[in-house]
């Protein structure tokens, strides 16, 4: 009896662990750096007068400490409890668990292209590359039954549209001001659109405040019941070039809230909960070893293909950061991502191997 209980209780394991994902989300923050993912605040920058807007007193109560473990729960606490709790977080290179962009661009429509392709394209060398000609994840998985018309990204860069070739891969891409709710759009969509077009325009015409595109995704996500949902926050990036190093602590500390907000909506939705993973990363890194070059990328930098990765859900053993030494690459993403939802990722360019989240 003994023996059979034991049998019983290892098969449950193994389903548990073995089940696939129904839906996935899938969440990006541009330029966010693994310096800061994995130790929090770096004094160097927030001590220099010139990064931290005339306030180092304000950043350092709220993320300082002198033992990093604790300063990275302080600027991340959902990822470093939840997320550590119950999923994996990758990219620790100070205990040389590494991860790296494959192609030697190091900035962002190349970045992204390897996300969701994975396929590091040399021919996709500028953020002004027209439509991608790469076949990407989320059309791939528009085409299946279970998947059609149940795809959807939330951008706050414009370039989505193109990254994304909406017009081919025929799946709506909400891409910096583009307004929600169509031709008939619900009185919250109106409200949401107005306020976007009337908002600051803190970098331009070609990327929105990260605020819109979050809750237009949570309205959609709400009201469409996607299975295949990408949202892709912005600020952390625009925040670093602008050399403003409070600011982009606060955009992530942002973006780690609105992900457990995610979270907790989808776990109390019967369509979603425990039927749905998340996916999260960012498009490249940012420079370190000169301190100076925090806030810039490129290939002329020399540590800024070093990048990270979390996921969570069903299809995703428990293994908290993972601490094995290893190079793993940014284009094995998305057959990652679809093996997640039980699907073998082709294209007519190569894609990369996945990375095994359930052994």
């Known amino acids: 009896m003994k023996l059979y209980f034991t049998l ?45 807007q005339g306030d180092s ?158 809750y237009n995704a949570i309205n959609y996500l709400q009201t469409k019941k996607p299975r295949v949902l990408y949202i892709a926050y912005g600020e952390t990036d625009e925040w670093a070039h602008s050399g403003h190093y409070k600011d982009y602590l606060h955009a992530a500390t942002q973006v780690d809230k609105w992900i457990k907000d995610i979270w907790n909506y989808i776990q109390t939705d019967p369509f979603y909960k425990n039927k749905t993973a998340l996916f999260i990363t960012t498009d490249h890194g940012r420079g370190d070893a000169i301190k100076k070059e925090w806030t810039s990328h490129g290939h002329r930098i020399a540590d800024c293909y070093q990048i990270w990765m979390a996921a969570m859900g069903p299809g995703i053993k428990a293994k908290g950061e993972v601490k094995e030494n290893q190079q793993l690459y940014q284009k094995q993403f998305a057959q990652t991502m679809a093996s997640l939802l039980g699907f073998t990722f082709t294209a007519k360019h190569p894609v990369a191997d996945k990375i095994d989240l359930n052994k």
């Open 8 to 52: 019983l209780f290892s098969i449950i394991c193994f389903c548990a662990i073995s089940q696939k994902a129904d839906n996935i989300i899938i969440i990006t923050t541009d330029g966010f750096r693994w310096q800061e993912v994995f130790t929090g605040m770096d004094s160097a920058i927030a001590n220099n007068k010139k990064y931290n």
């Open 57 to 214: 007193a304000e950043i350092y109560k709220q993320y300082w400490s002198a033992d990093p473990m604790v300063r990275r729960k302080k600027l991340m606490p959902f990822l470093w409890s939840t997320i550590e709790n119950n999923g994996q977080i990758y990219g620790n290179r100070k205990l040389g668990n590494k991860i790296d962009n494959a192609n030697p661009y190091w900035f962002s429509y190349p970045g992204y292209n390897e996300i969701f392709t994975g396929y590091p394209d040399t021919l996709v060398n500028s953020n002004s590359f027209p439509p991608n000609p790469n076949t990407n994840l989320l059309e791939f998985l528009n085409k299946h039954v279970k998947y059609k018309n149940k795809v959807a990204a939330f951008g706050a860069w414009d370039a989505f549209n193109r990254i994304l070739n909406e017009e081919r891969a025929k799946i709506p891409v909400y891409a910096a001001y583009d307004k929600t709710g169509g031709t008939n759009p619900t009185t919250k969509e109106q409200l949401m659109n107005s306020m976007m077009q009337d908002s600051y325009r803190a970098f331009g015409d070609e990327e929105v405040l990260d605020v819109f595109t979050h």
